[in-house]
């Protein structure tokens, strides 16, 4: 697969297995690094959804901006230090490898969750650093790698395992609802990856993680605010 091919699969597509995850009921959805919108778009075909992208790249802001309510052209974390979105509450959260770009992933999902409504749903897509591919790579050339894509993408600075995922979500006062793991293979090394998720090296068998939660809260207590409309079709500066 051509360098470009993989990072259309891997940063511009329209992430089915994220779809799978969203629920039907969200109305207002905060998409984290949209990347060109595609993911939204199909959203949006699915179902009644207003969707807000962050996105940093210039070209995948201008082409998401074709697809998605608004896109709002900055780093995640200026969006989330400024909030130019007061007022509006999120009833879902898509971090869809985002995360594990940025110096404070722990900060910045802490802070975003101020941004959601009771009862909220969060999905963050993670890679797993103990992929067994990956690591073998480790063990054997005994140093870092720094891939165009992948798990050892060279933007990359922070890194996660299904432990540290957990962990991810629930300091940010989430409560996990589950996690479904990603083994990027087919055939053979399918049923391998499957099986080995079933024995003591589940740790290494799944390449990615989408960890689901929920904002819960105390039973009577919701913000004030509520959930408003956004403008559609903007591209904000």
Known sequence: MSLRSRRVV???GARLDVQE??????RQILDLGCSSGL????LKARQKVTITGVELDDVYAKDAVSRIDRVLHMSVEDFIEHNPMKGVFFDCLIAADILEHLVDPWDVLSKAVEMLAPDATVIVSLPNVLYWPEFRRLLIQ???PRDDVGIFD???LRWFTRADAIELVEQAG???????PSYWACGLR???HRAMAKTPLRPFAAAQYLVVSR???????KRSSQTVSVPTRQLDP
């Open 10 to 12: 891997g940063y511009e």
């Open 21 to 26: 995850l969203v629920p039907l009921e969200v």
């Open 39 to 42: 993911l939204g778009a199909a």
């Open 142 to 144: 005994r140093r870092w």
């Open 154 to 156: 060279r933007t990359h």
């Open 174 to 180: 989430l409560s996990l609802v589950r996690v479904v």
């Open 190 to 192: 399918l049923v391998l």
């Open 215 to 221: 904002l819960t809260r105390p039973q009577g207590v």
